[in-house]
């Protein structure tokens, strides 16, 4: 199936886990584009059937110009889409963006494949074990297509 993984980062986390989900739809034979925000525009969603988003957590959301991408995507895309999100976010916080994210799509109609996922960043970076979860949720997603 076509895929587009799109992320925002700012310390290079967020990407990471994307390109690790992104490499194992590769693997499973999908069609895959793993785009970062700066690089990517609404055009880039048109037509393509699983949107998987992932997004570092800034104040408890996802950053401005991301969310702003997003919102006006499934504008123009239309609402015919599947739909993965996840995050990066400190441990024991109840909320981060792939929530809200998540929360916007589905009230527009999209539709959720998996509840919002995330994962645990310690200072600068990833926690130990948090690569190995972002392999099996890229199998997990295949093996739901
Ligand atoms: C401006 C700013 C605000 C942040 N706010 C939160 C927050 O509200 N909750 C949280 O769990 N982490 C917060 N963080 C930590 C980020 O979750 C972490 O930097 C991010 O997951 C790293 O992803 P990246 O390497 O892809 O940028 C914040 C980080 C920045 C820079």
């Not at 880039?44 to 957590?57: A, E, H, M, N």
């Not at 996922?117 to 297509?145: N, T, W, Y």
Request: net charge negative; aromatic share 8%.
């Amino acid at each position: 199936m076509r895929t587009l993984v799109v992320y925002e980062t700012k310390f290079g986390n967020t990407e990471r886990i994307a390109r690790l989900v992104a490499g194992e739809l590769s693997e499973a034979g999908h069609e895959v584009s793993c785009l970062g925000q700066s690089a990517s525009g609404e055009d880039d969603f048109i037509g393509v059937p699983l949107w998987v988003i992932g997004s570092p957590t800034h104040w408890g959301r996802a950053p401005f110009r991301f969310n702003t991408l997003l919102r006006n995507a499934a504008k123009d895309a239309g609402s015919d889409h599947d739909f993965v999100v996840f995050d990066t976010r400190y441990e024991n916080m109840h909320s981060g963006a792939a929530d809200r994210i998540h929360r916007d799509l589905a009230r527009q109609g999209l539709r959720p494949l998996l509840p919002p996922q995330s994962f645990v960043v310690d200072g600068d970076g990833l926690r130990s074990g948090q690569e190995e979860k972002a392999a099996e949720l890229g199998r997990l997603i295949a093996s739901l297509l």
